[in-house]
């Protein structure tokens, strides 16, 4: 009996190793996969990946992934991890396009970061991330859409394993639009403080009687 007691033991401990290994693993890909990198191959074409880019790629970015919203469903959660998507729209002039792009994702319960581009400063942030100037703009992980096609904009986010059907928790709220080149916080301005040298001697200036008005007479007050 105690063999046997033994040997259930041994097992037991060999079942808890090999689980606790598999954890550790387990924690160590997930430590690897929050790491994003953003680069640009020798055609232009921007890329990002959990990978590091190849040998003599042009990196422009490596950045901690950005966190998941623990709410969302597995399937939905995978792929807003592999493949963010981000919309870029501008509201400085009427633009059918966004509206009717805007309103597919949101039908389709994709999650996605709006980029406004309203100013010069947006253009020239936008031409940075993405190289292009068209809007709109979907971006789907490394992959681009130029323009609104529902069909298009459809099949880059079936590629990207996106649901085809919304599975978004009830009471979801999207998060408001941002410039795409966010303003630069405004400094106060510190006031000098007072030249003391300077006031004392305008006080030691004698003052001066001003003109008298009209015909009063000199030391006349009103």
């Not at 996969?33 to 074409?45: F, L, M, N, P």
């Not at 459809?154 to 941002?178: H, I, N, R, V, W």
Request: hydrophobic share 35%; proline share 11%.
């Amino acid at each position: 009996m105690n063999r046997h007691g033994g040997a259930w033991r041994t097992t037991a401990a060999l079942i808890g190793l090999v689980l606790l290994v598999a954890v550790a693993a387990s924690l160590a890909r997930a430590e690897a996969q929050s790491q994003v990198y953003k680069w640009k191959d020798a055609r232009g074409q921007v890329h990002y990946g959990d990978t590091p880019p190849p040998q003599g790629a042009q990196v422009l970015n490596t950045s901690a992934r950005a966190p998941v919203d623990p709410n969302l469903p597995y399937e939905l959660a995978r792929a807003v991890r592999l493949h963010p998507v981000t919309l870029y729209t501008t509201t400085a002039t009427p633009c059918g396009p966004c509206d009717q792009g805007r309103s597919l994702l949101r039908a389709r319960g994709i999650p996605f970061t709006e980029k406004t581009v309203n100013t010069l400063d947006d253009q020239q942030e936008q031409r940075r991330q993405t190289g292009k100037d068209e809007l709109p703009l979907l971006v789907v992980g490394s992959r681009q859409v130029v323009g609104f096609q529902a069909a298009g904009w459809q099949e880059a986010l079936d590629s990207a394993a996106y649901p085809k059907q919304t599975m978004l928790p009830s009471g979801y709220q999207y998060a408001p639009a941002q410039a795409a080149a966010p303003a630069a916080p405004v400094r106060a301005r510190i006031k000098p403080p007072p030249d003391e040298a300077a006031i004392e001697a305008e006080q030691a200036q004698p003052r001066r009687t001003p003109p008298p008005a009209g015909n009063a007479p000199p030391g006349f007050q009103f």
